[in-house]
Structure formats: C-alpha cells, structure tokens
C-alpha cells in the first residue's frame, strides 16, 4: 500500500541557514582540534529550534547547484558577491550530515538555487493539500505565500525568526506577496545584485505599487508618478526594472523526480544524533535538542553513543560489566598485573564540584560514601565507607585513575596514606582543550562515544531488586568504568599531542598539593580587618562630600548614567566612547580625562576604595571556618594559560601597592609559633621574554642587576637610568609589559594617556632596540597561523581559532594570544614545577612547613619559627631550579608574622 499522504512539510533554505550563522557567530567558534564550527553551530541550533517548535515534521533541506539561467539573462546576477569565505566552505560540507542525522533529507538540483527547487516543491504540495513552511532568510520568498505556504523568515540572530503568511507580508510591505518580484523590480536587491530602478527605494515602491497595481502599471503610468527625477528615472530604467522583475521571480517547474508521498516522518536515531553532534562538540545544541524530542516523544534516556575502540569514528556496543558488593577492606581487586584501579566515589555532592563526576551528581551528601573500583572493566566492586580516610587506608597507595580527585582529599584529614594518582581525567581533558568551559565525565565520555553499562544480573551479593532499587550505585558504578575506559583513551590523545610529561610530572603531583593547601587554609585577623574596614568607611565618606562639592549636587557616584550626566552634561569634560546606556565611565576613560578636572581621581579612589571594601575587607571575614581560617578552592583547570585561580574566596586580586592593600594583607596571620615565607619571581615574565626571545641586551640587563625599566627607558626614551623619574619608568615598565601582553600602539596610547603616533614610536624604539623579541614575535604568530596552535616551553598548548577570522580585530586578539600564551603560560609552568619541587623537598627533609597560598608568581609557606630560615633558603633554590635559563630566575624571599610582613 502506499504511504500515507503528509499534511504538513517543512522546507530549509540550506545556503540561507548556514550563510546566516556563519557571519551571525564569531568565527573562532571551533573544537577543541582547532576546527571551525560557527556555522555548523548555529545551522544546528536552528534546525534544533524547528524540531522545538513544531515538533517532527517531514523536512527537505535544499542546497543550492546553479543559478537556474539567471545568470544567462542578466550577466551581473550575483557577480559583485565575494568567494564563499574559507571557513565556511570547509563547514557547508559537513552540514548535510547534521540534516541526516536529524531524519531530514537533503536535496540538490543541479543547475538550480535552492529557492525555485523550495518554490516547485511548495506549490505542487498546496496543490495537493499539504501545509508548507518554508525557512529561509531570503524575503523574495514571500512571494510564494498564499493560504497553504508560510514563510518562516529568519531574522538577525539565527534563531531570532517570524513565521509570515498572506497577512503578515501586507502588514510588512503594504503589498500582496504575489507582488514581491515587481516590488523588486522597482527597489532593486543589492544582496542579489538584481539593479532596480535608482532613487526608488521600499517605501516608494511600495506606494506606487499600492496605486498602480504592478511593475508593468507603473511604466505604463510614468507621466502620473509624482516627481520629475522619479519619472526620469523609471523611463530611463525601464527595461532594468523589467529584469528585475524577472530575476526575482522564482521558477516553480524545476524538474524535480521526488514523490511527495516519500516525505514521511522519519524519527532519528538518538543514537546516531548524539555522535554527530557530539563530534562537532554541539553540547548545548544536543542538550536543547534531547529536550525536544523528548518532548516529541522519541526516547534519549539510556541512548548514549557507544564506545570506539580506538577513540575513532567506529562505534561498538555498550560496556557491559558485572557489579559486586564487598566489604570495604575488598574493594581493590589484586591482579598480577597489578594496573591502575578507576575509582569514583558518591556522597562528596557537597565539596565537589557540580561537574566533578556522575556519581557525585547522583548520589546527595550523606552520613557514608559509596565507591566503586575496577581494574579491568569487566568487574566493577562496590563498597562502602564512612569517610575518605577510610577509602585512603584500603587502597593503601594503590595506583589509582578518578575524575576530579582534589574534593575527595581535600575532606580527608592529611594523616593518611595517599595513593599514587596514576591518572586524572578532568585534569586530562583540560590539558587537550583547555578552552572548555565544563568537563563533567558523562560529556567527556561521550564524546569519545563511550557508554557503559552493569548487566541486569550483575550484583553478586544482595538482590537484583535491591540493586534496582539503588540508581546512586549504578552511576557510581558506571562512573568508575567510563573513567577507566576515557583514560585509556586519553593517555593516547596526550602522547599524541606531547602532552604526557606536563601531565604527569607537573598536574598530577599538583592535586594533592593544592588539595592540602585548601584544607589548611590560611588564618585571617578579623578584628585587624574590622578596624582597617572603619578607617576606609571615614576616608570613601570623605570622598564623597568632596566629589559631591565639586559636582555642585549629590549624586550616586556608582551610577554609570548619573556619573555621565555629571561629567559630560554639567561639567563638559570629554566624551571618549559610546555604550548601550549613553557615553563610557569606564576605568580607561577616566584615566584619559583626569588631567581635564579634579574630580576625575577621585572617582578614581571612590571606586578603588569602595571596591576594595566590598570585595575583600568587609566580605573576607564572612568565608572564616570555626577554625579562624579561610579554605579557598583553588582551580586547577580554570585557565588557559596553566595559572591558578581561587573562590570562595577569591585572594588571586588582593592588593599590595595601596596602603590599604599593604593594610588588607596585614590581616592575613600566622599560627602563633609560626611565620610566614613568602618567596615571589622577580620580573618572572620578563625574564621569559629575554630568554625565549635570546634578546641579549635584555639578558644583560638582569645579568648585571640594573633595574630593567629604568634601563628600558634609556634605550627607547633617550634619558640616563639614574634619571629616570618615577613618571619615566613607569612609561617603560608599561612598554616591557605591553610587548609581553601584546600591546598595540592604541592600547599603549591608551594606559600611558599619551598620543597614539608617540606609543607607535615607543614601540618601534623598542623594538629597534630588542631586535629579537620583535623576531620573536613574529615567529610565534606565524607559527600559530600555520599550526593553529602555540605552546609554553615545557608543551601545554592552547589553539588559536581567532587567528583564521576574516576580521582583523579578532586575528589582532589571535595575536596577543598567542604571544601571551608562551611568556604567561611558561611563566605558570614555572611556579606550577616550583610548588611541586618545594613541597617534595619539605617532605624529605621532614620539615613540617606548609604552603598554604599561591598568587601570581608568589608562594606563601607558613613554617614553624624554628625552621623559618631553612625553608626560605630552600624555597629559593627550588624556586630558581624550577627552570635553568639565561637569564636565570630571581626570586625575592621575605620573613614575617603576617603576609604584609612577610611581602
């Protein structure tokens, strides 16, 4: 029997979608290997937003495969339109992929654009009783509208759309949508290059449509058309506005041998869609699009892809493994070959990460932990235990592979044992794309197409029921498999990538440290802190009443508008850039004014003050334990670059130049018996730059001990070191760091308040100066356009997409980045190989010191009294043997009762 007739059809303008999205998205939108994926994003979004809104349709996506003779009959047809970009020719192959997936069938017509094949398409299906939708950014189609075709049109964003029928086009235009090609005809589509009638634009052809009738009426009726340039125009422009017409009008018989009665509604695979999109790394999009099938009543849940065998394309069936309970002191399974054991523990939810694990997610916080282990992922045990020191005592320093094992030591109480952490695949995914935002273990195995699964017979000890009844023990189960089975598949990709070494003997040895230092903590004085916070309440008041006199009137001073108003409007100072809400306030723009009056600096203080309050002095004491001290988190793998960051609280921007930041750092106490050690590099990046660079005259500069900004400052300023004022150097210093930081002469210009042409000629002085570090730089970018890609000294690497943008400010950005990443990365190799040299050092020689801090190029050890001086002279020695370079590191060590003192 035939198949069913369909009453509804969906029809895609292909090219339409995936031009929009290319140029709607930014263009370094790419997966983590570097490819481009902007346009393959926002072609899956949208095709996601239709299966949302109307649910599963029967769909055709048309490709364009000609110009259907428009070309013959008018030779400018689409002439003046630049070659398809790059990027996005090497995505427009892959989207009909993305369209099959989807249970869409794709179609080509050679020798025809995709709007006459839609158009053929959609008026035999009117004639055959069919609703059309047809979804395309081309208002041309409006045309075809009539009481069975609407047009979805999409609008800027790419999902941004508005379905029009008969109805909403005369709203629009004014106009019926039989009248839209002599509507062209008369305006001209400079999209198209289809010329029109010049001096006529929408609203006037519009209104001559709306009197006349049609194209033809109009030039049949030149004498009556109001304006004698007007009349000129359409009767010198006659027979362009006849080709007009013609080249706008679609052609609905293109030969087309498609049964309409084959379109029927085809259901995907979850299956298939999920390693699709998933090889795209669409995360979001296949979130959304899980979410509207569901809604359509096609089953995800349990249709995770399946695993690939050599982390390739080829899928396989689902891990099946068998579970046992035992009793804790079992939990590791001995074999002779004695290989890692994945672990995933259940009932940190309140430590860890939200993303740490899938057992974490699914399992609450309760009085006792369930953990799994496997060796080889046909047997996974399951225990319990009361605490993680308990689960420390049995693997009894078993080489182990987890996802995120940092919370599970930080609520470990440091006396027991630790396992060997063999591997750690949060820690591995961020190395290979350290531009991720998440890394939770269900993503993460996916996209390697890994699924696992515990046979329904499989628990050996208590009942199936029991196990069915437990959804906590089969995810923490399942998590130990999938972390057992990502890492092998990892330690390949990092091999591949010549990222092992870094992993293994800087990150892994890294988690326990910092691990230790969270639970530590650090003491903070809080009734110090109070008394600085009352003093700082006077000083912002103080403040206040002065800008306010100089205002003439009170105003909020934290109010960008009200602050404009009184700066721009009252006052007349300069206005430097426009935003959403009226004329900038921001930090750069009153830096560049604030010669212009006195009130500018202090805003400047105001705000410097009142942040200051806000964020540390009056917040800081609310994160104190019962044991007066603060446990920051530090995160490992937040960064790009490598560096460290900290919540709750975040100590990463305390300040040290301000007195009331030398105040703030005076709070921060040691035990008493105890004191600080702090140990900072110095001028750590620009040290890099000179030895990475092989700029010799920097390197003798640290060589002899001068100071470098003064030094630099004689070389591009013309002045004799020991005349530097403080003014000059700091000129210098922002020229050293700028080149660092990849600074344009705008920029430059921009923090130095000076003109443009004066940074530009900072600039090249220096670089005529450092000869090699302009090399240098060159070299890194070039390298990076070439392989998309840069690295530190010691091979993490971080992928440059902005660098094949068409945009020239976003590759300028490609630039910066890629320079900053191999002086500012290397730099958090070096203090990242520092922490983990001083604190295997203090463990060997039985000293009871502990790091406790980490900020910027600072270590803050805090040690008994007895052994303060043993452990700054070994902190120092580790700290420069962290890396042997020309110039060799420095590193400035203080000793005090508190971090200022210390500092």
Known sequence: MPAQRP??????????????????????????????????????????????????????????????????????????REETPDLLQEQLAKLPELVEALGFRNLRVEGYEADDVIATLARRAAREGIDVIVVTGDRDMFQIVDDHIKVLATARGITDTKLYDREAVLARYGIPPELIPDFVGLKGDTSDNIPGVPGIGEKTAAELLQRFGSLEAVLEHVDEVPGPKRRENLRAHAHEARVSKQLATVIDEVPIALDLDELQVEPPDPQRVREVFMRFELREPLRRLEEALAAAGVAVDGASPTASGDGGDRA???????????????LVPATAAEGPVALALAGLADEADEESSLAAQASPSGETLTVAACRAREEVRVAEAESVDAVLLTLDRARITVHDWKPALRKASGESPLPTLAHDTRIAAWLLDALRRRYPLDELAEERQLVARPRADSVQSGSTAEWDGAPQLRAVATAAVLTHELARLQRRELEREGLTRLFEDVELPLVPILAAMERVGIRLDVERLRAVSSGLAEQIADLERRIWELAGERFTIGSPQQLGRILFDKLGLSRKRRGKTGFSTDARVLQQIRHEHPIVPLIEQWRELTKLKSTYIDSLPQYVAADGRLHTTFNQTGTATGRLSSTNPNLQNIPIKTELGRGVRSAFVADPGWLFVSADYSQVELRLLAHIAGEERLKRFFREGVDVHAATAAEILG??????????????????????????AFGLADRLAIPREEAQEFIERYFERFPAVRRFIDETIERARREGKVRTLFGRLRRVPELRSRQRQTQMLGER???????????ADVIKIAMVRCDRELAARGLRARLVLQIHDELLFEAPEEEAQEVADLVRREMVAALEMDPPLAVDVGIGRNWLEAK
């Open 7 to 80: 009453r509804e059809l969906l029809l895609i303008d292909g090219n339409s979608l995936a031009y929009r999205a290319y140029f709607a998205l930014p263009e370094e939108l790419a997966t983590s290997k570097g490819e481009p994926t902007n346009a393959i994003f926002g072609f899956a979004s949208m095709l996601v937003k239709l299966v949302g809104e109307f649910g599963l349709k029967p769909t055709l996506v048309v490709w364009d495969a000609g110009m259907s003779g428009r070309e013959e009959a008018y030779e400018p047809y689409k002439a003046q």
């Open 316 to 330: 396989r069936e689902a891990i099946e493994f068998e579970v046992k309970r035992v009793p804790l002191p079992e």
């Open 719 to 744: 002045v004799r070191p020991e005349e530097a004022d403080p003014a000059t150097r700091s000129k210098a210093k922002m020229v050293n760091y700028g080149i660092v930081y990849g600074l344009s």
């Open 817 to 827: 980045l890629a320079v900053n990443m191999v002086i500012q990365g290397t730099a």
